[in-house]
C-alpha cells in the first residue's frame, strides 16, 4: 500500500503565505504525477496544481501566480508553496498522487488525509 501524509497547514491573514508538504511512502515502484486538490465547505474538490515525474506544472487559473507546485524526487515529496493567500483559499487541501506499486502493475490514484487552511479577512 502507499500512504500520504500531508503536513503544514495552518490559519494565516489573508496575504500571508503557507507551505503544504506531502509525502509519499509504501510499496512505490514509480510515483508518476503528484498534485493538490482542494474542498470548501459546500463545494466539489478541484484541482489547484499538478505536476509531472519531470516536471511539468499546471495550475487552475484562480491561483495561477500566487502558488508554486514543486517535488522532490528523492523524497517522494510534493509541496505546496501559497502566496498572497485570500479568504477564498480557504478548504481542505488535500494529496493527490499517481502510483504504479510494482512493475508492470497498473497505475493507481492515492490520496492524502487532508490539511486545513484558513485564511482570515
Known amino acids: 500500500q502507499v500512504q500520504l501524509v500531508e503536513s503544514g497547514g495552518d490559519l494565516v491573514q489573508a496575504g500571508g503565505s503557507l507551505r503544504l508538504s506531502c509525502a509519499a511512502s509504501?510499496?512505490?515502484?514509480?510515483?508518476?504525477?503528484m498534485a493538490w486538490y482542494r474542498q470548501a465547505p459546500g463545494k466539489m474538490r478541484e484541482l489547484v496544481a499538478a505536476?509531472?515525474?519531470?516536471?511539468?506544472?499546471n495550475y487552475a487559473d484562480s491561483v495561477k501566480g500566487r502558488f508554486t507546485i514543486s517535488r522532490d524526487n528523492a523524497k517522494n515529496t510534493v509541496y505546496l508553496q501559497m502566496n498572497s493567500l485570500k479568504p477564498e483559499d480557504t478548504a481542505v487541501y488535500y494529496c493527490?498522487?499517481?502510483?504504479?506499486?510494482?512493475?508492470?502493475?497498473?497505475?493507481?490514484?492515492?490520496w492524502g488525509q487532508g490539511t486545513q487552511v484558513t485564511v482570515s479577512s
Open positions: 493527490n498522487a499517481n502510483v504504479q506499486t510494482g512493475w508492470g502493475r497498473i497505475p493507481s490514484d492515492y
Open positions: 509504501g510499496s512505490i515502484f514509480r510515483l508518476n504525477a
Open positions: 505536476i509531472t515525474s519531470g516536471g511539468p506544472t
